[in-house]
């Protein structure tokens, strides 16, 4: 009987999906498990085979808690909502949905074909209004917040409200803006409805502000900073500038601390969450104000080392800060804007990642320094950000390297404030024995007693005061784009207004462009239908707008991060109509168990998504503040790119044994041209690049061989690997098999679709374990010892290697349980049913097919996961080999319980023995129980 795995595949599949299989319950008497992927990004492309690396790991584990008897949540659904599309959409003028769609059809095609077990009833889709309409949700529980520090949580507006019409804002402890105006009760008694407004926006956790953004000019949006790669974007390749514009932000600094503490209890990888410590970058110090000769304004900086104050010798401002304007002097006016000017080309990124470029301009004004009174200069450089503490630096060019080499370049003063200290920033940087000096009041004082006089001594003279700072933002929110969450806001005389809940979702509407307009507003400044009916509470047509009952509505979308901040929480209730989830669901599921995702992720949706979870959690939404227990970054399937070499300057393409001998230029080579001995088919290959059609090829031994290279998998470089096509020709459990068998899941692994053959012929070599080519052989025969020694030495194993995620050696204990069950001629039901089941997470269509063929009606998926029983692992007898003159001529097993006296008579008694002797008496017998067995002669 054949092994066909299509049509196997295909029947369980069908089975899987009629039956539902995989679909978890919302109350269950079973222990809840929950395993989630990140969701995908469903681009034109599809799936290469590196894409479902993570998928099949968590499957295992999915399929493997569910032979455990846990109720498992293993949902799937798509990051629907994106930049890629909107492109797709200028291009062709196809709308956004329509390619989303076709893109989500063909992924789900994809995904069901690998055999997943995903719950697809619970299936969720960002840009689905359905789903939305919940993200809109708590967008409107964020604006209606504000965030208590006495408390240490978020609290609805109106306690906010009420402690401002009672005692004002003095005493008031919040996370806000830093330009609020102390005001009393009675003060904000008679403030008007729209000056209210405006100073709750200064509280509320989202809020509009004018903030600095990195703006691509040619896509026509805000992007992000893990959007911009080399100072453009990722997406075209496009200058980004930094710009100003009124956005949306979500106040995430208010839970910076938070977000801080709650990793000690993550179970996730050690380098991510340092990712993420660094990223909110928590430091101690203090806060310190610099007057400038001859203005009003002060310059404040936030420093780690006030006790190096009397070093500064000059200052340095972000150069986009509004005070640089101010401050500059008629004389310096045009250097100064030509520096802005070019700075703003850079991303905020690559200034934080230039450290070999000194660049900065003299402002021409000077700050007085708040100890000596001595004058220091004011600079502007372009590694001092905005975003960043107060976008201004004291330079102690003596202490720190950047502030050194800066001071160099430009010939500015370099004081010594270290008495018999090296100067050397490494001196500097050892905080426990650096001395301070050269200041009267620090004379003498280790770091840390320096640290508490001067911030006490700058308390007492008002010009600052001791600080924890932050390097996390507010998190900018708004995106001039198209396809994304419209925001349910409507504005009266400029301030925002939240459309009622119950009138939710607000609907993308249509447009006729998805450019932005001809006056630079978003792609919605196109749309025609896109005003708020107060009375009707509706979406009428822009004509309309009288701006007493019919109002504009915001223009923005909100960034590609707003569905995937709270996802998890809707697949416990993903039908819900009424709520975003029930708390009946939200509290039998909890969190996640097991998530399993990307470490480019680590900065984005994983700080953005506990943000949101906290949120949620504060406002009693949730049970959890923290969603994820443990967290897996899986690595990189890597692509072999083939490459051929085309001599410079001529129409000539060398096989890889010449490309040495000339001045080449490597050109990618579809691999799909190449067979397994690097052999390049030059038709095909000409057909593929018709400018090559005319071409030379220089051969080596009558053929074109390539060049190899080990490079990420990506459609540009040709070097993809379509999941289907290793499904159609090796079989889905297969590629799951080899996947999980190139190497540990954390670890980037380069593919060879070469080395899947061995993997497809383990698979027949199982299936002949349970068939031959007449029909079915497993029998009924008790097991023999070795069988199951074999079998309990795999499920050990194979629990041990699931349990620690390491799938690889599972696949290689398979194959060697294999290749001794088909030695020992093993086909006991016995053994064979419980080795279908322990194989049934990795693949679980032939585990499906022995199943039924074992004569099971249900699912194996239903099986319970087999016991491992040490017994039959414990050695009860010994294969002695039985050595004449130190050379060993035979073997004999005796049971190792027996004594030595018997054991030696009963191998003298051997006939091999005495074919040995030949009628002579042994001078000495050793046995060396459960060793060896040596006869002198």
């Known amino acids: 009987m054949k092994y066909d795995f299509n049509e196997i595949e295909a029947r369980w599949q069908e089975y899987w999906a009629k039956n539902q299989t995989f679909k978890a319950e919302n109350k269950s008497a079973k222990p809840k498990f929950y395993v989630l992927d990140m969701f995908p990004y469903p681009s034109g492309a599809g799936l290469h085979v590196g894409h479902p690396l993570g998928y099949i790991a968590s ?33 062709t003028g196809q709308h956004p949905a329509v390619t989303t769609q076709t893109n989500i059809n063909r992924y789900r095609e994809q995904l069901d074909k690998i055999g997943f077990s995903f719950d697809w009833s619970r299936e969720v889709r960002t840009s689905d209004p359905g789903y939305y309409k919940w993200t809109q949700w708590i967008f409107i529980q964020l604006y209606n917040s504000w965030y208590n520090n006495e408390t240490d949580k978020a609290e609805d507006i109106s306690t906010l409200v009420n402690k401002f019409e009672t005692e004002g804002n003095a005493r008031v402890n919040a996370t806000c803006d830093e330009d609020v105006v102390i005001f009393s009760a009675s003060e904000w008694n008679s403030f008007s409805e729209e000056e209210k407004q405006k100073i709750l926006l200064k509280y509320r956790l989202t809020y509009l502000a004018e903030t600095e953004v990195n703006w691509c000019p040619a896509l026509g949006t805000v992007l992000a900073n893990d959007e911009i790669v080399n100072g453009v974007s990722e997406r075209g390749g496009h ?38 410590t660094y990223w909110i970058g928590r430091s101690e110090g203090a806060s310190v ?21 009397f070093g500064v010798s000059f200052m340095t401002l972000a150069p986009e800060l509004d005070l640089v304007k101010k401050i500059t002097t008629p004389g310096q006016k045009e250097k100064v804007e030509a ?38 200069p004011v600079w502007i ?47 500097f940087a050892d905080k426990e024995k650096t001395v301070i000096a050269n200041s009267g009041l620090l004379n003498g004082l280790t770091y840390k007693e320096a640290m508490k006089a001067i911030i006490n001594a700058l308390e007492e003279k008002g010009v600052g005061k001791g600080k924890i700072n932050y390097r996390l933002r507010d998190a900018v929110f708004s995106r001039q784009r198209y396809w994304g969450e419209p925001f349910p806001v409507y504005y009266v005389n400029g301030l925002p207004q939240m459309i009622d809940e119950k009138y939710l979702p607000v609907e993308l509407p249509e447009v006729e462009k998805y450019l932005p307009t001809e006056t630079g507003e978003p792609p919605l400044g196109n749309a025609t239908v896109w005003a708020w009916d107060v009375e009707k509470c509706t979406v009428v047509s822009n004509q309309l707008v009288d701006n007493k009952t019919i109002f504009p509505l915001e223009l923005n979308t909100m960034p590609g991060w707003a569905g995937s901040s709270w996802y998890f929480n809707r697949y416990m209730d993903a039908e819900n109509t009424r709520e975003f989830a029930s708390q009946e669901a939200l509290n039998y599921w909890k969190d996640v168990d097991l998530y399993i995702g990307g470490s480019e992720h680590a900065t984005g949706h994983l700080l953005y998504s506990r943000f949101w979870q906290k949120f949620l959690f504060d406002k009693g939404l949730v049970p959890v503040d923290e969603y994820a227990k443990k967290l897996i970054n899986q690595g990189m399937i890597l692509g072999t790119s ?54 030379e090829f220089i051969l080596e031994d009558g053929k074109y061989i390539v060049g190899r290279e080990v490079e990420k998998m990506s459609k540009s470089k040709y070097n993809v690997v379509n999941p289907d096509d290793i499904c159609n020709d090796y079989g889905a459990d297969t590629l799951r098999l080899y996947e999980m068998f190139l190497g540990p899941l954390e670890q980037a692994k380069p593919w060879n679709t070469a080395g899947i053959t061995g993997v497809h012929s383990f698979l027949k070599k199982l299936w002949r374990l349970y068939f031959d080519d007449k029909g079915k052989i497993i029998t009924e025969d008790k097991a023999s010892k070795d069988a199951l020694k074999t079998l309990h030495k795999t499920i050990k194993k194979v629990i041990e290697d699931i349990e620690g995620f390491s799938f690889n050696t599972s696949v290689s204990a398979f194959m060697i349980a294999v290749n001794e069950l088909t030695a020992q001629k093993c086909h006991s039901r016995a053994v ?27 699912s194996i998926a239903c099986a319970p996961f087999p016991r491992f029983e040490e017994k039959h692992l414990v050695e009860t007898s010994k294969e002695y080999p039985v050595s004449f003159n130190g050379k060993m001529r035979f073997k004999k097993e005796f049971p190792l319980e027996m004594p030595k006296e018997e054991i030696e008579k009963l191998i003298l008694d051997d006939e091999r023995t005495q074919q040995q002797l030949q009628g002579r008496e042994p001078k000495k017998v050793i046995v060396v129980p459960g060793k060896i067995i040596n006869i002198v002669g």
């Open 59 to 91: 499957d295992i584990y999915a399929r493997y808690k569910r032979h455990q008897g846990f109720n498992v949540l293993h949902p799937m659904g798509y990051d629907s909502f994106g930049l890629p599309a909107e492109q797709y959409a200028i291009q």
């Open 239 to 276: 200058p980004v500038v930094r710009k100003k514009m009124t956005q949306w932000s979500m106040r995430i600094t208010a839970y910076a601390q938070r977000l801080l503490d709650g990793l000690d209890k993550l179970d996730w990888p050690q380098p991510l969450k340092d990712s993420q």
């Open 289 to 309: 104000k610099f007057k400038i000769d001859g203005h009003e304004e002060e310059i404040e900086v936030f420093t780690t080392r006030p006790d190096t104050i």
């Open 339 to 376: 520096y802005i000017e070019e700075t703003a080309k850079k991303s905020e990124r690559d200034r934080m990642a230039d450290v070999k470029t000194i660049s900065g301009e003299f402002t021409g004004a000077y700050a007085i320094h708040p100890f000596t009174g001595k004058k220091v």
């Open 381 to 427: 450089g372009d590694y001092v950000l905005a975003s960043y503490g107060t976008g201004a630096v004291m330079a102690v060019p003596c202490g720190d390297q950047r502030d050194y080499d800066f001071a160099k370049h430009f010939g500015l003063e370099i004081p010594n404030i270290f008495e018999g200290v090296d100067i050397s920033r490494e001196a």
């Open 642 to 695: 083939a490459f051929v070499y085309r001599v410079s300057g001529e129409n000539k393409i060398v096989s890889k044994i010449f490309k040495d001998k000339f001045e080449t230029q490597p050109i990618h080579a579809d691999v799909s041209l190449i067979n397994a001995s690097d052999e390049l088919d030059i038709e095909a290959f000409k057909n593929w690049r018709p400018e090559f059609k005319d071409a």
């Open 832 to 858: 064979l049913e419980p080795l279908a089941v322990i194989i049934s997470p990795y693949a679980p269509h032939i585990a499906e097919e022995l199943w039924k063929e074992l004569g099971h009606t249900e």
